[in-house]
């Protein structure tokens, strides 16, 4: 098995705060949203990607950050193209966040539904996705947001602010917990 290549890393400014990106060269290697401070924000991106240095980052990853920034200023941005680096990552996590990438946007699935549809049955499975969701290293790339527990309710949410970011997130595709009308950016 080839070696992880190399991980590099980029913070850039969005509506929601500053955001950064991971990347090798097999693909995105995370994202994370924002933290309390940039030096937070980084420090985060850098333990859960392996990332050794900041860099300018090439094309296919400054198109991807106009997207973040797109996305998070209520753009409806598709992230399922966007290659993405699973390696090291247990097959059962890996199948769950290949069957959440199916989940377009403006869309929700609960816990137990994506645990079927990544082919995990029985009590466990809504389980093994709430695990999942909470070490998912590319939020909004695999869109963790769109995760709900049964009956509509929020469920969790490990970015900075919690279920509140993950309403954010939401309202930008049209969606509210509450059945009120949507909010964007700056709630």
Not at 116 to 131: L, P
């Amino acid at each position: 098995m080839e070696a992880r290549s190399e991980i590099r890393h980029h913070l850039f400014d969005t509506a929601f705060g500053v955001c950064g990106v991971a990347w090798n060269t097999r693909g995105l290697a995370a994202v994370q949203l924002p933290e309390k401070d940039r030096a937070a924000t980084e420090r985060r991106l850098m333990q859960k990607s392996g990332s050794t240095a900041a860099a300018d980052p090439p094309p296919r990853v400054a198109v991807l950050i106009a997207g973040i920034r797109n996305y998070l200023n209520g753009g409806k941005i598709d992230f399922a193209p966007v290659a993405v680096d699973l390696e090291g990552i247990e097959d059962s996590r890996r199948k769950i966040y290949e069957a959440l990438r199916t989940v377009g946007f403006g869309r929700t699935v609960t816990y137990g539904e994506l645990a079927r549809a990544a082919g995990i049955e029985g009590w466990e499975g809504a389980r093994d996705v709430g695990e999942a969701m909470g070490k998912n290293p590319m939020p909004v790339v695999i869109p963790c947001h769109r995760v709900l527990a049964a009956g509509g309710k929020p469920g969790g949410f490990s970015a900075y602010g919690g279920t509140a970011t993950k309403r954010k997130l939401l309202a930008l595709e049209g969606m509210r917990l509450d059945g009120g009308a949507p909010r964007l950016p700056g709630l």
